[in-house]
């Protein structure tokens, strides 16, 4: 017995001292003994990105000698934690990719820095990408560029729509078509749907499909163009959209939340025929259910036609000035460039955050971008102050509405009054 | 307590015998050498990892203290204990808290007391059933989340054997009402293991001649259990039941996180936690200072649980 | 009499299936290609060990799980030793300030880990201990649960014995070693299970200081499987789960005897 504690005691020191002698080895300096510039980037982990940025790192290393770039990933859902842990410790990335509705939050903090003007000057960028891409100007300042974007379009099962004797050439196209289709692709058994028409979550793509996509198609605005006043309740569209999106799951039948736990794990499974999904989801697609036969369509619309986009961007974060700064400003540059931007939709499904490269012929009329690159004129992304709690409130007014038996349009205002609440909170300080 | 008054009892003792006095001196010394050169690193560790890191967030608690920005941190006073009062969310978390400690500790102890009592009965397989009893305990807690949300889903198992039954089907974790239930169901199922093992190793430790000398005097098989079988328990009911309220305070985080239908604590907050919502406060909306706060409010409450605990369940069995 | 075992062992039967139900349907999806995630099959229709391939090929899977084991051995080793050392003291010697120290350390339980990511991170940066495996395992080194635990044992050690050790000429380290430690052996091992169980399961701390890939956790690397905006692969993430499983059943199959023999917080008068 004695032995066995003395081993253990042994270990325990050896443990010290090992963690002592780890101290010299990685106090970290960030220039490198042979004065090259290391600049830490930091994006979620997606794996075609992850590798495709590899690729690119390589590269931009080669083409700017002097000049490293260190790679580090986390998983999406922690990825907010991951750089707030290491604020308060004074450390973190150079360049960040940054998911766009975070970036008021990130830029109310002072944890970026505008983009220098003279390198990224505005009327270029206004000029030459997509005009979403001023969701994240904020100050008169572009804080963030992006390489890519996407948008939200619909993707259906063509052998569930044979099933039920629908055209797998025809998509629906207006709402009333969506409705109808989404009835048609049901069954049911009593009161319980064995396959939905048409997935429904309100916490993954739904909430953006009803702001972007139901509320503009139907003629609303969700905000005014100072993004101070949420004008989401001030005509009738945004109710009518309000109704609408609720319908499925409600008068329609058709529709379910948590229906086999997620939309995605839903539609892969085929138990749901049609989702509201983004272009990002391609690539799982492809990966996870080769054999599921699938199309995408652009979203069907009403009076007006509009989708939801989003994008992830890089900004620089503020601390970093001189030979670094300039290194940080080089490599967002490259990843700018029409020739990223076309492999990037290559490797992850993302599109081209220009205009002229994303309308080119060979996307435009490609059988699976086609439907995105398309419907990229009309894309709208939301300017959020703080994407999670938009979120949560427009999932709050569903389960209302859903579990608590709510009247639509009770729920639709308190969801106005609560959205324009974190609106004033938010410019209340500025 | 009991114990040091008992052991002071003895030396007073024994320092009237004085045949020991002189080697009692030299093992004073001793023993204060070792206790104090024993403890230099655990103090060190306490204070270090532990201690400070804690006072460190009951002073952020008073500030207003954005995570993403790196100061100032200007020093607000009890804002933020007032916020935290106003704030329906947080009311809601600490009600939610409170359900889940009731049932969830309640259920854990019993059914662990339970599962150890039917496995004390038995004498073969018995290895082979508590490894049975004690995989969930090991399995990993996302994983068999995301089991439980299939199970429970609308074309779940579960509701297809409702069906069968000829029984209405259930939201279960879509429902405001039943979601809370459901989940403590499942930390149920996953700490059981982790009770019985403490339990049959109380029973075990029960001397055989207490339950004969019952016997003799005619108990029925009801009487025993509650006059030998829990009195001899208590220590271990009262451990239990102090560490599975501090475990599942803690432990509540994972499960909620991975279970209700949001991810956060839904439908509608209602399986919400105080752990849960501070882990919001502080990393998804970034506000330290209301986290801290609440995590202050935490520390109260579990310290005033704990002592409450130590007192009436000791008390209760006195024999 | 008869009756009453047969009754005994139906109702454990039952509870055998209610408790093992999700871990077998756990362990069934990783054995199903994605699309059948939801075939009802206990059995899989269509048979595939390609989840475990693809965990092992696309994933650093291997290193994750020994790192995991690293971290979990140290921490529980010296855990053992400074919280068995710890509860000794508390129990068995009257100092100054004891009664301060252990409500301290008790006093540590009541503060939730999240909240001490911040100050710890901060510390490791100054230190320069982050993405190391000494700082994934410092904060664990010692646990409050552990004394707490250890105290209870310790406390029921009657104090001739120690004393009558003490008479005979052994110095206090032999006496800890050798007639304390001895006493709360089994209580030891089953301290050991669990702690090695929660370090292994640890998730938000060994995220948060490790960055370079090949010094994740396990619980951190299936993470990586789960990203939100790609869709959840639950077959990789339930055969990561599976396989982590297996060394904590077999640890357990082994210290089942110590481990119960050991947890028994009355007697020995």
Known sequence: ?430 | MTNKTSTSNKQTKEQKVSLFQKIRGNHKHQQYLFVYICLLLPIIFFLGIRILPTLFTFNVGFRDWNLLSSGPHPFVGLENYVALIKDEVFIKSVVNTIVYIVFGVFGQLLFGIIVALLLHKINRFVGFFRVIYFIPYVTSIVAISWVFQWILMGNGVINDLLINLGLPPQPFLNSPDQAIYVIIGAMIWQAIGFQMVLFLAGLENIPQMLYEAADIDGATPWQKFWHVTVPLLNPTIVFSAVIGTINFIQVSFTQVMNMSVDGSGGPLNSTITVVVYIYQLAFRQFDLGLASAATVLLFLFILALTLFQMKVLTRKFDY | MKSGKIVTYLLLILGSVIMLFPFIWMVSTSLKPPMDIFTLNIIPENLTFDNFIRVFEESLFLKWFLNSILVALITTISVLFFDTLVGYIIAKFSFVGRSILFILILSTLMVPTEMLIIPWYMMSSDLGWTDSYWGILFPGLMTGFGVFLMKQYMEQIPDDLLNAARIDGMNEFSIFFKIAVPQVWPAMSALGIFTFLSNWNAFLWPLIVIESPELRTLPVGLSFFSSGEAESQWHLIMTGATISVIPLIIVFIFLQRHIIKGITLTGMK
């Open chain 1, 1 to 430: 017995m004695l032995k066995k504690w003395h081993l253990a005691l042994f270990s325990v020191l050896l443990i010290a001292l090992l963690a002592a002698c780890g101290d010299d080895e990685s106090s970290d300096n960030n220039s490198d003994s042979d004065g090259d510039i290391t600049i830490k980037y930091w994006q979620y982990e997606f794996a075609s990105k992850v590798n495709l940025m590899d690729e690119l790192i390589e590269e931009f290393e080669e083409a700017n000698p002097g000049i490293k770039v260190e790679q580090t990933t986390f998983p999406y859902d922690n990825y907010n934690e991951q750089v707030a842990a290491q604020v308060p410790a004074g450390k973190g990335p150079d360049v960040i990719n940054l998911f766009y509705g975070w970036v008021p939050s990130y830029v109310d903090a002072g944890y970026l820095q505008p983009l220098p003007q003279e390198d990224f000057p505005h009327d270029q960028i206004e000029d030459e990408f997509f005009p979403l891409v001023e969701a994240t100007k904020m100050d008169g300042e572009y804080w963030t560029i992006p390489t890519a974007v996407r948008t939200a379009a619909l993707f259906y099962n063509k052998d569930l729509f044979e099933e039920a004797g629908l055209d797998p050439n025809s998509p629906p196209e207006t709402w009333d078509e969506l409705a109808d289709y989404a009835v048609q692709l049901t069954k049911k058994n009593g009161d319980r749907i064995e396959q939905s028409g048409l997935a429904w979550e309100p916490a993954q793509q739904g909430h953006h499909w009803l702001r972007d996509g139901l509320t503009l198609q139907a003629g609303g605005q969700v905000l005014s163009d100072d993004r101070k006043n949420v004008l989401w309740g001030d005509s009738d569209a945004g109710l009518e959209a309000f109704e609408y999106w609720l319908s499925f799951p409600t008068d329609l039948g058709t529709s379910e939340q948590g229906f086999y736990t997620d939309d995605v794990t839903a539609f892969v499974t085929e138990k749901a025929a049609m989702n509201i999904d983004g272009s990002f989801r391609i690539g799982t697609l492809q990966n996870d259910a080769p054999d599921l036969n699938y199309a995408v369509a652009p979203m069907p619309g009403k009076d007006q036609k509009s989708t939801n986009a989003s994008f992830w961007t890089n900004g620089i974060t503020k601390d970093v000035e001189g030979e670094k700064l300039e290194a940080s400003v080089k490599f967002l540059n490259f990843l700018t460039s029409e020739d990223v931007m076309e492999r990037w939709l290559d490797a992850t499904g993302e599109l081209p955050a220009k205009e002229a490269v994303a309308m080119q012929d060979k996307y435009v009329a490609d059988e699976i971008y086609g439907a995105f690159i398309n419907s990229l004129p009309f894309a709208n992304a939301h300017f959020f102050v703080d994407e999670t709690k938009e979120r949560d409130l427009v999932i709050d007014a569903a389960n209302k509405v859903l579990l608590e038996g709510m009247d639509k349009e009770e729920a639709f205002n308190e969801l106005v009054e609560k959205t324009q609440a974190l609106y004033d909170d938010y410019w209340s300080d500025k």
